[in-house]
C-alpha cells in the first residue's frame, strides 16, 4: 500500500501475458535504463532500454524501479518473487553501512559499476553504442533514501510473505531515514542525471520527506510509540519546509527545483506519494 510509482510506470507497452513466478524470479534484477531514451520496453516493471544507450551490465535502480518493481510484483501476487527482491535490497542496505548509498547496484549487489563502452556490439537494433556498467552510481541522488524505504514498507505490512521484516530491519532502515533527514534539503543530480550544477530538486526532498513518513507508519505497526512520534515529527518538519521552499505562488505550482520557475514530470507523483491529497 505504500509503494510508490516510478515516473515511468506509464511508459510501460508491450505486456504480452503474465509470467510465471519462476519466470520472474529470473527476470528480478531490471536493466537500469537512462531517462532520455526515447523507446522503453517493459514487463511487469522489469525495463529493457533502448535507445541513445543500452546498459548490458545488469543492475537495479533503486532511485526509481525498486518500489515500481515491489508495487508491480504486488499486483500481480508473484510474493515469492517479490520476497527474494526486497531481501536482495534489504542486503543492499546492510552491506551499505559506513558507505554513501548508491542509486544503482549490480545484480551481485556489487558497488563498483565503472562505465565504458563495447565497441564491438551493436546494441539492440544497433542502436548503440552499448555500455557496460554505469556510471550513475558515482552520483548524489537524494531521493534513494526514500525509494529505499518504500520499497522495503511492504515487507512489514505483507500477513503473505514467509520472513516478514521485524525491529532489526527497521533499525536499518532508521539508518536511512536520518540520511534523508541531512539531505532532504541539499543538492543532488536528481532522478534525470542532469549534467547541470546540482541544486536542490523537490522531488528529492520529497523522497525523503516519505522515508520519515512511512517510517512513522512502521514504527506504529511494530507498535513503537516514541519511534512513531519521532518521525512524524521529522516527516512534518521537512513538509513545512518543502512547501515554503518548493511551492511556487505565482505560477501555483510546485517547481523542479527549490525556489524554481520550471515543472517536471517527477511533480506529478506527489499526490501519489501522499504528501498532498489528490484535490
Known amino acids: 500500500p505504500f509503494a510508490a510509482s516510478a515516473t515511468t510506470a506509464a511508459l510501460i507497452?508491450?505486456?504480452?501475458?503474465?509470467?510465471?513466478?519462476?519466470?520472474?524470479?529470473?527476470?528480478?534484477?531490471?536493466?537500469?535504463?537512462?531517462?532520455?531514451?526515447?523507446?522503453?520496453?517493459?514487463l511487469v516493471g522489469i525495463?529493457?532500454?533502448?535507445?541513445?544507450?543500452?546498459?548490458?551490465?545488469?543492475?537495479?535502480?533503486?532511485?526509481?524501479?525498486?518500489?515500481?518493481?515491489?508495487?508491480?510484483?504486488?499486483?500481480?501476487?508473484?510474493?515469492?518473487?517479490?520476497?527474494?527482491?526486497?531481501?536482495?535490497?534489504?542486503?543492499?542496505?546492510?552491506?551499505?553501512?559506513?558507505?554513501?548509498?548508491?542509486?544503482?547496484y549490480g545484480i551481485h549487489r556489487n558497488?563498483?559499476?565503472?562505465?565504458?563502452?563495447?565497441?564491438?556490439?551493436?546494441?539492440?537494433?544497433?542502436?548503440?553504442?552499448?555500455?557496460i556498467g554505469n556510471s550513475a552510481y558515482k552520483e548524489t541522488q537524494n531521493d534513494v533514501y526514500g525509494s529505499a524505504i518504500l520499497a522495503c514498507t511492504q515487507a512489514f505490512f505483507d500477513q503473505r510473505l514467509h520472513r516478514p521484516a521485524d525491529r532489526n530491519v527497521f533499525t536499518d532502515l532508521e539508518r536511512l531515514g536520518e540520511e534523508a533527514i541531512a539531505r532532504?534539503?541539499?543538492?543532488?543530480?536528481?532522478?534525470?542525471?542532469?549534467?547541470?550544477?546540482?541544486?536542490?530538486?523537490?522531488?528529492?526532498?520529497?523522497?525523503?520527506?516519505?522515508?520519515?513518513?512511512?517510517?512513522?507508519?512502521?514504527?506504529?505497526?511494530?507498535?513503537?510509540?516514541?519511534k512513531e512520534d519521532l518521525w512524524r515529527a521529522n516527516a512534518e518538519r521537512i513538509r513545512e519546509d518543502i512547501l515554503s521552499n518548493a511551492y511556487n505562488a505565482e505560477l501555483d505550482t510546485f517547481t523542479s527545483t527549490w525556489n524554481g520557475q520550471t515543472v517536471d514530470a517527477s511533480l506529478l507523483l506527489i499526490a501519489e506519494l501522499r504528501f498532498l491529497k489528490p484535490d
Not at 518493481?69 to 559506513?98: C, F, P
Not at 542525471?193 to 506504529?220: G, N
Open 13 to 42: 507497452t508491450d505486456i504480452a501475458a503474465v509470467p510465471s513466478d519462476s519466470d520472474l524470479s529470473k527476470m528480478s534484477a531490471s536493466i537500469s535504463m537512462q531517462s532520455a531514451m526515447p523507446k522503453l520496453k517493459s
Open 184 to 226: 532532504y534539503n541539499q543538492p543532488d543530480a536528481d532522478i534525470w542525471h542532469r549534467d547541470e550544477t546540482e541544486q536542490v530538486h523537490t522531488f528529492s526532498s520529497v523522497m525523503c520527506w516519505a522515508a520519515c513518513d512511512r517510517l512513522a507508519a512502521i514504527a506504529r505497526e511494530l507498535k513503537l510509540k516514541a
Open 47 to 104: 525495463f529493457f532500454s533502448s535507445g541513445a544507450s543500452l546498459m548490458s551490465w545488469v543492475t537495479t535502480e533503486v532511485a526509481t524501479v525498486a518500489p515500481e518493481l515491489v508495487s508491480n510484483l504486488n499486483r500481480l501476487g508473484a510474493t515469492g518473487t517479490m520476497e527474494r527482491y526486497l531481501q536482495y535490497i534489504l542486503n543492499i542496505i546492510a552491506d551499505s553501512k559506513g558507505l554513501p548509498f548508491q542509486p544503482v
Open 111 to 131: 558497488a563498483d559499476l565503472e562505465e565504458k563502452i563495447a565497441p564491438d556490439l551493436a546494441g539492440y537494433n544497433d542502436m548503440g553504442p552499448v555500455r
